[in-house]
């Protein structure tokens, strides 16, 4: 009996992607694929170049921004949009809302099922729903002790 890997569907998504772009299935990019799909929350380059460095695995910073690309490209991952401070990602397959402080701009999330809208039933003329990503304003626990008042 064969044990499936947790990862056992994007690692062949990767596979399909990476051989129908004629790229190479570097170990490197599996490396890098099963630790973004590991991260707990959002992360930049540095989160997995820091967490591949403590599993003892040496990859250059360079690599990991390309493979982001790649598995951004393969929808695998993807960019949040919303946060104009840095690049980050996450795993495309997660569902779940994002709270953000409009003062610090900190981003928490919450599992929201009532968020999950079916795309298949969305019709919005000269445009093609991929995913929905949600995103709720506000102020957080912090900065509000700090006494940053809701206007
Ligand atoms: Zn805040
Ligand atoms: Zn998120």
Known sequence: MQNLHPHHKEVEMFTTFLTSRR???????????????????HFDADCLYHSLEEKG????????????????????????LFDTHQARYERASLTHCHL???E??????????????????MKIPYFTPVYV????????????????VIK
């Open 23 to 41: 790229l190479r299935k570097t170990p490197e990019r599996f490396e890098i694929l099963h630790c973004a799909l590991d991260y707990k929350g």
């Open 57 to 80: 695995y040496h990859v250059s910073k360079a690599t990991i921004y390309s493979t982001i690309e790649l598995l951004c490209s393969s929808g695998i991952i993807r960019r949040l």
């Open 100 to 102: 953000i402080c409009t």
């Open 104 to 121: 610090c701009g900190e981003i928490n999330e919450i599992n929201l099922e009532e968020v999950d809208i079916s795309l298949a039933d």
């Open 133 to 148: 990503s949600t995103c709720i304003y506000g102020i957080c626990d912090k900065c509000r002790k700090m006494g940053k």
